[in-house]
């Protein structure tokens, strides 16, 4: 007897039924709409042995030891650091950007002071958000900020979310501060890394389990009359607003396609992802060999395009944040329960929150400890 029905098979689907499977010796139906498990970090080898992600580059962080410790248990891990470039003005650049940044862009007696004005404002080794930046009273800060605002967050901004940056939820940028450090990592955190053999063989070791049984190329709408008024958990990862049908209109969500290249040359770029904030219509270049150090005579990119979510032409990858669009998403989810009793939801799509993979297997951990 199926005692859990989950709903999406990524990382917040996977750990789920694990830990059911598991910590509460329950067995679970594990079904995905798309014909492979792994959801959004699915990833897998081409002909040429490098391993791409099909939806776009996923990269683990995480100061969460515990998050840590329990994917470890699946997989090992190659200690890959994240490096951005900013293709700005003509070069590469750090990004986040940072002293390094600022000595490559500007003349070395107009870095210096910069240089100095950020370390004695804020610290070497300190993380500052654009926006504090901005706020700045000291004029050559100021300038700093403008120049950063319009040349990393602006234009890419525009592309990623079709607003300017002043009307977007603060934290979203926040993401990407600005350091003052000469450390070229994007993150910080204490664990990075990228599963030793991918995201899928991570998944699959994870959903290894008597109790666990996984039905891909299988929508929520092709089982949920079987389960409609029983007792069964449903687990739902998916978006809230298809799961009702759209009966309150559509949460806004953003897209991103990603176009595959492959290139009979050993490198395309000088990083595993170039962002480029200006001039093009894409946002970044991820090149797929970097990040296991496949060792490959030739290279597979993909330029990676952002635009609204449309219904049925392709699929929510981002939630929107506001408070419009966090009601609507609360106002779903009680409808739901209402409708479904016993349903939780998880993952950016399910819990409309941009998680990171580390904070959507947090979540999990609160949700089922909860139970
Ligand atoms: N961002 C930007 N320029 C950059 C990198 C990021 O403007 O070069 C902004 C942009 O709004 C982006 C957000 O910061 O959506 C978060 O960036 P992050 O790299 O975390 O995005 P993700 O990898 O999750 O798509």
Not at 60 to 88: A, N
Not at 104 to 132: C, D, N, W, Y
Not at 221 to 236: A, C, L, P, Q
Not at 311 to 331: C, F, I, K, T
Request: glycine share 6%.
């Amino acid at each position: 007897m199926v005692r859990n029905v989950i709903v999406g098979c990524g990382i917040s689907g996977a750990v789920t039924a694990r830990i059911l499977a598991e910590q509460f010796g329950e067995s679970s139906l594990l079904i995905d709409a798309r014909p492979h498990i792994g959801g959004n970090c699915y990833d897998f080898y081409d002909h040429n042995h490098i391993c791409i992600h099909k939806y776009g580059a996923h990269i683990f962080h995480t100061d969460l030891r515990r998050v840590w410790e329990y994917l470890s248990r699946f997989t090992q891990w190659y200690p890959y650091m994240h490096k951005v470039l900013g293709f700005i003005d003509g070069q590469f650049v750090p990004i986040p950007f940072n002293l390094n940044s600022i000595r490559m862009t500007f003349p070395e007696f107009l870095a210096r002071r910069l240089e100095e004005k950020l370390v004695i404002r804020f610290g070497f080794g300190s993380r500052i958000s654009i926006q504090e930046l901005r706020k700045s009273e000291e004029k050559d800060l100021v300038f700093l900020a403008n120049h950063i605002y319009t040349k990393v967050f602006l234009g890419y901004t525009q592309k990623q979310w079709g607003v300017t940056p002043d009307k977007l939820d603060p934290a979203v940028l926040e993401r990407v501060p600005v350091y003052v450090s000469r450390d070229d990592r994007y993150f910080r955190n204490r664990w990075q890394g990228i599963p030793r053999h991918g995201y899928t063989a991570m998944i699959a070791s994870m959903l290894e389990h008597p109790r666990i049984t996984v039905k891909t190329d299988t929508s929520w709408n092709d089982v949920k009359e079987e389960f409609r008024g029983s007792d069964v958990r449903i687990f739902y990862t998916g978006p809230v607003d298809e799961l009702l049908d759209w009966r309150f209109g559509e949460l806004p969500y953003r897209s991103v396609r990603q176009d595959f290249h492959e290139f009979d040359r050993e490198f395309f770029q000088p990083a595993a992802v170039v962002n480029y904030p200006e001039n093009h219509d894409f946002t970044r270049i991820s090149e797929y060999k970097y990040f296991l150090a496949d060792q490959a005579s030739r290279t597979v990119v993909s330029f990676e395009y952002p635009s609204a979510w449309k219904r049925g032409e392709n699929e929510p990858a981002y939630p929107v944040a506001g408070e419009d669009s966090h009601r609507l998403h609360r106002q779903y989810v009680e409808a739901a329960r209402e409708e479904y009793g016993h349903i939780h939801f998880l993952g950016r799509l399910g819990d409309y929150r941009y998680y990171d993979m580390d904070k959507a297997v947090a979540r999990v951990f609160s949700v089922t400890e909860a139970l």
